[in-house]
T-cell receptor
Framework: DTAVSQTPKYLVTQMGNDKSIKCEQN?????MYWYKQDSKKFLKIMFS???????INETVPNRFSPKSPDKAHLNLHINSLELGDSAVYFC?????????????FGNGTRLTVT | GNSVTQMEGPVTLSEEAFLTINCTYT??????LFWYVQYPGEGLQLLLK?????DKGSNKGFEATYRKETTSFHLEKGSVQVSDSAVYFC????????????FGSGTRLQVQP
């Protein structure tokens, strides 16, 4: 069984559209994250949730809205997509908020905005 | 502020060569340190970690030692294989309650047969 699964794997869409990426973890972890990886492989934290509570909300346009219906799921909705949103988005989870708790990553969603 | 700096790639080696990828960090306290590996088309996988000074993390022949005095966590492997070709990320994490991993920019390793 995949520990952290996100769908879809690929997403191609036009500017101005609204899209969602779903993430689920079956590890029983308390904490989930969204990271954005740009074309140069740089990883930047976007959001994190702990037990469904928003913990980190970095400088991200408010077109991006995370939703955590339960602690096993963290979805990412993006409104009015722009060309600059093209990237790979990774979902991750960790046992809890302790610093030595490693992150487990999904395989990523490659978003291409045309 | 908190940041992680790692050597730019790509690093190109022949099979069985010795590997070092340098990583240094800045932090206001004592972070936990990690190395992650990303194979093509996949997500990041934890390679090894160290949570306090002088700890050595090791896995699959890779090693890294937490050096507080030089704020470094260099990744080493004695004999690389073609299958080690990937992007390697150094990262740290603080016990701040808001914690998230802060990643370096990644170093691409290419191992040639």
């Amino acid at each position: 069984d995949t520990a952290v699964s996100q769908t879809p794997k690929y997403l191609v869409t036009q500017m101005g559209n609204d899209k969602s990426i779903k993430c689920e973890q079956n590890l029983g972890h308390d904490t989930m994250y969204w990271y954005k990886q740009d074309s140069k492989k740089f990883l930047k934290i976007m959001f994190s949730y702990n037990n469904k509570e928003l913990i980190i909300n970095e400088t991200v346009p408010n077109r991006f809205s995370p939703k955590s219906p339960d602690k096993a799921h963290l979805n990412l909705h993006i409104n009015s997509l722009e060309l600059g949103d093209s990237a790979v988005y990774f979902c991750a989870s960790s046992q809890d908020l302790r610093s030595n708790s490693p992150l487990h990553f999904g395989n990523g969603t490659r978003l291409t905005v045309t | 502020g908190n940041s992680v700096t790692q050597m730019e790639g790509p690093v190109t080696l022949s099979e069985e060569a010795f590997l070092t990828i340098n990583c240094t960090y800045t932090a206001t306290g004592y972070p936990s340190l990690f190395w992650y590996v990303q194979y093509p088309g996949e997500g990041l996988q934890l390679l090894l970690k160290a949570t306090k000074a002088d700890d050595k993390g090791s896995n699959k022949g890779f090693e890294a030692t937490y050096r507080k005095e030089t704020t470094s966590f260099h990744l080493e492997k004695g004999s690389v294989q073609v299958s080690d070709s990937a992007v390697y990320f150094c990262a740290h994490s603080m016990d701040t309650g808001r914690r998230a991993l802060t990643f370096g920019s990644g170093t691409r390793l290419q191992v040639q047969p």
